[in-house]
């Protein structure tokens, strides 16, 4: 358990409780993104949830999984990938914040503030200069709160899922220089 701050918790996920997780994402991800999905985002809780997906990610060496706990309830999950470059930028040593969803019922708490001070502080113990992500831009209080952290858009790419209306394809590249 990493301590952010006293209601503020991160729990490693494993092997044990990746069940937990898909339970998590069904009940969290449709709030914020069944819009953009022709099936309500049903095939992509399925692939990127499923056992298999998830004990893949869950082995890669780099890279670390958590539950975000807020006040001793699980309302959402992180995942960080140490020393995964964005092409073209410097450099520079770079973690990616793979994933972060926390319920909607948390939101303006700060937690997502909190989990990312958190992180830059960890980063910087650990060396790193850059700290990157993939944000949609269909989900503008998402890009404005990036933003508002000191995030700067770096570029663009698209998702290629058949399912996803085309119109909320696009993904930005922000990153925050920590150093």
């Known amino acids: 358990m990493i301590n952010i701050t006293q209601q503020i918790v991160l729990q490693n996920i494993n092997k044990q409780n990746y069940t937990d997780l898909f339970a998590l994402m069904k009940e969290i991800y449709p709030l914020a993104y069944s819009h953009f999905w022709k099936d309500k985002g049903d095939w992509y809780i399925n692939s990127q949830y499923s056992k298999d997906h998830i004990l893949k990610e869950l082995s890669q060496e780099n890279a670390d999984y958590y539950f975000v706990i807020y006040n001793d309830e699980i309302i959402g999950n992180l995942r960080i990938i140490w020393d995964e470059k964005l092409e073209g930028l410097a450099d520079k040593k770079q973690v990616k914040l793979h994933r972060i969803y926390l319920h909607q019922k948390t939101q303006g708490k700060g937690i997502g503030k909190n989990i990312l001070l958190w992180l830059e502080k960890e980063a910087i113990k650990k060396g790193y200069e850059i700290i990157w992500l ?11 709160f990036y933003k508002k952290q000191g ?29």
Do not use: N
Request: glycine share 0%; net charge positive.
């Open 134 to 144: 993939d944000a949609m831009d269909e989900q503008p209080q998402a890009f404005l």
């Open 151 to 179: 995030f700067r858009y770096y570029s663009h790419t698209f998702l290629p899922y058949k399912l996803l209306f085309d119109k909320v394809r696009k993904m930005s590249q922000v990153y925050k220089k920590i150093t």
